[in-house]
């Protein structure tokens, strides 16, 4: 059974700094990608960073520069190192995975079929 596990989430103020952790598990050894969503309340959920198997990266426009998606060697957790933040990114941050590639696509929350219970962060100004 896939499980994520996030952690990390925290309140902070405009400029701070904080890094997201994904914790996966029972994945089958294979390709998968991972990914990283956020959502305000009464809006959708907007697709952050990306990261497949291999490494490759894509990132949202509003946070290109700032936020960092990784990977430890064992390709089990996924982190999320977030600088310059903004009240804007305040969000439940989610983390996402599934088998395969993504490419124009990653952005898409449909396309992948596992998710975390999230992580608050909140940025005040």
């Known amino acids: 059974q896939v499980q994520l596990v996030e952690s990390g989430g925290s309140s902070v103020q405009a400029g701070g700094s904080l890094r997201l952790s994904c914790a996966a598990s029972?994945?089958?050894?294979?390709?998968?990608?991972m990914g990283w969503f956020r959502q305000v309340p009464g809006k959708e959920r907007e697709g952050v960073a990306y990261?497949?198997?291999?490494?490759?990266?894509n990132y949202a426009d509003s946070v290109k520069g700032r936020f960092t998606i990784s990977q430890d060697n064992a390709k089990i957790t996924v982190y999320l190192q977030m600088h310059s933040l903004r009240p804007e990114d305040t969000a439940m941050y989610y983390c996402?995975?599934?088998?395969?590639?993504?490419?124009?696509?990653?952005?898409?929350?449909?396309?992948?079929?596992?998710w975390g219970q999230g992580t608050q962060v909140t940025v005040s100004s």
């Open positions: 996402a995975a599934g088998y395969g590639y993504l490419g124009s696509s990653w952005s898409m929350e449909f396309k992948y079929p596992y």
């Open positions: 029972g994945f089958r050894p294979s390709t998968k990608f």
């Open positions: 990261i497949n198997y291999e490494g490759f990266t």
